[in-house]
């Protein structure tokens, strides 16, 4: 019987050990054990004993378990920005200084074809030389005054659907380009300036004229009715009317309370010829 005791308490050692030992390993590789998914990123694993990285199961969210020698390899999905300075040739050959904006974030769910086929620095290997390779492509074919001035909306949009189709052959999303400044020579940009001015001035003076000729329209058009009413009037007043109308006159002026003297027939048309004082 107490033989058997002392293989008991070697037992309960052994498994003490082992499990202080397992302990041990999980406090020392925990970092390597357990991980964390933060909000807006996606994660792949890479498999280092199996088939390499895993494409295709991504890792959400949230807290995660795996092998300590297989590796974590996480993605920002969220919208990033970044700015470009770049020369670029006009049609004319004249060299423009270019700033442009852009926005961009991987694929959701893709980026694990972005890390196999490109590498994490997908934006310096992939999103910068296309969208200055583009830039170069589209502002070659404007002169420099269209980019300053008339035609910068149109080279945004070719620039921003020509890049977005590359950059989506690589799962990589394009939000937007907008170009934040463009620096000509000096003598080209007076030039462009004062063109422009002479323009604005053309355009005030056409519509001085325009506005002058409506008011000469409307005063005509006001003048010519004139005409046709008085033409009307003088046709309805026949001597009858007027005789009538003088007559109404008198009558009213007689029953004033001011003094006077009525002549009557002594007026034109027989009309009576009132004399009198206020």
Same mark, same amino acid.
């Given at each position: 019987?107490k033989?058997?005791?002392?293989e008991?308490?070697?037992?309960r050692?052994?498994?003490l050990?082992?499990?202080?030992?397992i302990v041990?390993?999980?406090?020392l590789?925990?970092?390597r054990l357990?991980?964390t998914?933060?909000?807006?990123?996606?994660?792949?694993?890479?498999?280092?004993?199996?088939?390499?990285l895993d494409?295709?199961?991504?890792?959400?969210?949230?807290?995660?378990?795996?092998?300590?020698?297989?590796?974590?390899?996480?993605y920002d999905i969220?919208?990033?920005e970044?700015?470009?300075?770049?020369?670029v040739l006009a049609?004319?050959?004249?060299?423009?200084k270019?700033?442009?904006?852009?926005?961009?974030?991987?694929?959701?769910?893709k980026?694990?074809?972005?890390?196999?086929?490109?590498?994490?620095d997908?934006?310096?290997?992939i999103?910068?030389?296309?969208?200055?390779?583009?830039s170069?492509?589209?502002?070659g074919?404007?002169?420099?005054?269209?980019?300053?001035?008339t035609?910068?909306?149109t080279?945004e949009?070719?620039i921003f !659907?020509?890049?977005q189709?590359?950059?989506t %052959?690589?799962f990589i999303? =394009? &939000? #937007?380009? /907008?170009?934040?400044?463009?620096?000509l020579?000096q003598?080209?940009?007076?030039?462009?300036?004062?063109?422009?001015k002479q323009?604005?001035?053309a355009?005030?003076?056409?519509?001085k004229?325009?506005?002058?000729q409506?008011e000469a329209?409307?005063? !005509?058009?006001?003048?010519q009715g004139?005409? %046709?009413a008085n033409?009307i =009037? &003088? #046709?309805? /007043?026949?001597?009858?009317?007027?005789?009538e109308?003088g007559?109404e006159?008198t009558?009213?002026?007689s029953?004033?309370?001011?003094?006077?003297v009525?002549?009557?027939g002594?007026?034109?048309?027989g009309?009576?010829?009132?004399?009198?004082?206020?």
């Amino acid at each position: 019987m107490k033989t058997g005791q002392p293989e008991i308490n070697t037992k309960r050692a052994t498994f003490l050990l082992t499990l202080g030992f397992i302990v041990i390993l999980t406090v020392l590789f925990s970092s390597r054990l357990f991980y964390t998914i933060p909000q807006g990123f996606e994660g792949y694993i890479f498999y280092t004993f199996g088939n390499g990285l895993d494409k295709d199961n991504v890792k959400g969210q949230g807290f995660h378990l795996k092998f300590p020698w297989d590796n974590l390899i996480k993605y920002d999905i969220r919208i990033q920005e970044n700015m470009s300075q770049m020369e670029v040739l006009a049609e004319n050959g004249l060299t423009i200084k270019m700033e442009l904006s852009y926005r961009y974030h991987p694929m959701p769910g893709k980026a694990g074809f972005i890390e196999e086929n490109i590498g994490s620095d997908y934006h310096e290997k992939i999103i910068i030389p296309e969208i200055r390779s583009v830039s170069r492509e589209v502002i070659g074919e404007y002169l420099p005054e269209e980019l300053y001035s008339t035609k910068r909306e149109t080279i945004e949009d070719e620039i921003f !659907e020509k890049t977005q189709i590359a950059l989506t %052959k690589k799962f990589i999303n =394009l &939000d #937007a380009i /907008l170009i934040r400044d463009v620096t000509l020579p000096q003598t080209l940009q007076d030039a462009i300036e004062k063109k422009l001015k002479q323009e604005q001035e053309a355009l005030e003076y056409d519509f001085k004229i325009e506005k002058a000729q409506k008011e000469a329209q409307r005063l !005509e058009i006001e003048a010519q009715g004139k005409a %046709k009413a008085n033409e009307i =009037l &003088d #046709a309805s /007043l026949t001597e009858n009317i007027l005789r009538e109308k003088g007559i109404e006159a008198t009558l009213k002026l007689s029953e004033s309370t001011n003094s006077k003297v009525v002549v009557v027939g002594s007026g034109k048309d027989g009309l009576p010829l009132i004399l009198g004082n206020n």
